[in-house]
Nanobody, 119 residues
Framework: QVQLVESGGGLVQPGGSLRLSCAAS????????MNWYRQAPGKQRELVAH???????HYDDAVKGRFTISRDNAKNMVYLQMNSLKPEDTAVYYC?????????????WGQGTQVTVSS
């Protein structure tokens, strides 16, 4: 079994920063792309940032220049550094990964972590 566990969410004032972490564990052969999604109340889940195993990144325009995605392949971790946070960044943030296990290649999701930006 493979699990993704997020941490680092919380309440922060506008302009503040948070760092999200996601740890992958279990019967992992290789982790390909790793992503952060978010879902605000009443809205669809959206891709925030993506990073390939080699380090290539992609960001949604709404977070470009403020958020940074990174990964530690040795530790099976992915991070999201969020700076200059805005109220519209408030959402549940989900970690997602494309993982090759010894049984096959699957998509895995974390349970989500709440980020609230409010004064």
């Amino acid at each position: 079994q493979v699990q993704l566990v997020e941490s680092g969410g919380g309440l922060v004032q506008p302009g503040g920063s948070l760092r999200l972490s996601c740890a992958a564990s279990g019967s992992i052969f290789r982790i390909n792309g790793m992503n952060w999604y978010r879902q605000a109340p009443g809205k669809q889940r959206e891709l925030v940032a993506h990073i390939l195993s080699g380090g290539t990144t992609h960001y949604d325009d709404a977070v470009k220049g403020r958020f940074t995605i990174s990964r530690d392949n040795a530790k099976n971790m992915v991070y999201l550094q969020m700076n200059s946070l805005k109220p519209e960044d408030t959402a549940v943030y989900y970690c997602h990964a494309d993982i090759e296990t010894f049984q096959g290649r699957y998509d895995f999701w974390g349970q989500g972590t709440q980020v609230t930006v409010s004064s």
